[in-house]
């Protein structure tokens, strides 16, 4: 139903429905919140960034339904979607404002015998990063499934011999499924929050 929210549906009418309504406000204050950390040269970006959060969040929640796959917890599709992104976001930079975004792999004020040993770890830091990205998402998500899929095994087992004990795993089943939810939603978020924050980097 969530994602639902952020799909708008296109009216006709000069007095729209309160779906309609709903649906602005939820895009408004999604786009609001993802182009805070940018300045109006990043705002450019910001159908590129929704479109993506939409994406990952319905790839998450919908990977929560029984006898589904979940694209988002393979590391490769993480990856794809993340390099390419990461890489626009530096070549970007690198573009308008290199000596900028080359002044960023050496912090002002290092000592001089540090200068060396500085550039390699924020070079390092800085090509990790769309690894960092791909891996978040991934092990967050795996790991919730593999909760899901081990009490939901668990449930099954014991329902039969020890019911009452069943009834509570059953009670964790339900409560660890809310909190998938919400690792859903919150994950697609904090993967496009991110991207805009290395996007700022470099505009």
């Known amino acids: 139903i969530f994602p639902a929210l952020l799909i708008p549906s296109p009216s006709n009418r000069w007095i729209t429905s309160r779906l309609s309504t709903l649906q602005l406000w939820s895009i408004n204050l999604i786009t609001k919140q993802l182009m805070t950390p940018l300045n109006k040269k990043g705002h450019k970006w910001a ?16 990977g929560l339904l029984p006898y589904t796959f979940t694209p988002t917890t393979q590391l490769s599709m993480n990856l794809a979607l993340a390099f390419p992104l990461w890489l626009a976001t530096l070549l970007t930079g690198l573009r308008n ?5 080359l002044g960023h792999l050496l912090p002002e004020g290092t000592p001089t015998l540090l200068i060396p040993a500085l550039i390699l770890i924020e070079t390092t830091s800085l090509l990790i990063r769309p690894l960092a990205l791909g891996v978040r998402l991934t092990a967050n998500l795996t790991a919730g499934h593999l909760l899901i899929q081990l009490i939901s095994t668990a449930t099954v087992a014991l329902f039969s011999t020890m019911p009452m004990v069943s009834l509570l795993t059953l ?6 499924t809310i909190l998938e939810v919400a690792v859903a939603m919150i994950q697609a978020y904090v993967f496009v929050l991110l991207l805009s924050l290395y996007l700022q980097e470099n505009i």
């Open 97 to 101: 404002q290199p000596s900028i975004s």
């Open 171 to 176: 009670l964790v089943l339900f409560l660890l």
């Open 47 to 62: 159908l590129i960034l929704t479109s993506l959060m939409i994406f990952l969040l319905l790839i998450n929640l919908l």
